[in-house]
């Protein structure tokens, strides 16, 4: 509310506890909030950070972990210590971590828009229109803030949260390949073992070796 209320997330993504969402719209109705998140960067070099519920400074902590020292270190944290990734995993920083760290608003939002939507079927196209630039634009543009092609960014996503799916989860890997946008599942497998150096079964397989190791 203090934030709203000095004026620096006019015109910025936030969010807040579910009990204050609406009585901020209200009163702020220049701050766009996103009640289904629990943590949003917003602002230049996204120096403003909103988070919603008590328990929402796990994801802060983990943001920040991840922002500062990478998504891994973010994820050996939230291992160690038990933490909930929440609804969005790790998603609401890996936008941020993924490549290199820029001031480009308009990339960042096409960023924000794959961190919600990188299961869509043509994210590039889309995330040109997000940003209000042409798409070859777009592409030149994108690659010169990230050191990434929006597409191998959005695959970056992907694979990331197929990693946390076989992590977390007894899905089956086709399905994990489904959810996060590979409706062929050769085209998935070939993918994660070119990012992750193996096969999604044997990452599987490696994840709860370590666990049954350290239990």
Avoid at 31 to 47: C, T
Avoid at 81 to 106: E, I, M, N, S
Wanted: contains cysteine; glycine residues 8%.
């Amino acid at each position: 509310m203090l934030l709203c209320e000095s004026g620096l997330l006019d015109g910025e993504d936030a969010t807040s506890h579910w009990g204050y969402c609406d009585a901020i719209k209200l009163r702020h109705p220049t701050v766009r909030i996103r009640k289904e998140r629990v943590l949003v960067p917003a602002g230049d070099g996204h120096r403003l950070i909103t988070t919603g519920g008590f328990s929402s400074w796990h994801d802060l902590l983990l943001y920040l972990v991840g922002r500062i020292a990478g998504t891994e270190e973010a994820r050996r944290l939230a291992k160690c210590f038990l933490l909930d990734w929440h609804l969005d995993g790790q998603l609401p920083f890996a936008a941020l971590t993924v490549g290199r760290k820029h001031d480009d608003p308009l990339v960042a939002v096409a960023q924000f828009w794959a961190a919600d939507n990188y299961a869509n079927p043509n994210p590039v196209a889309v995330m040109a229109g997000e940003a209000g630039l042409t798409e070859r634009s777009f592409l030149r543009r994108f690659k010169k803030a990230t050191g990434q092609s929006p597409l191998e960014y959005v695959q970056t996503l992907r694979i990331e949260e197929a990693k946390q799916l076989l992590e977390t989860t007894g899905m089956g890997l086709d399905e994990v390949g489904a959810q996060v946008g590979y409706s062929e599942p050769s085209a998935f497998r070939h993918l994660f073992r070119k990012l992750v150096g193996e096969t999604p079964s044997a990452y599987r397989r490696r994840f709860l070796r370590a666990e049954a190791e350290a239990a």
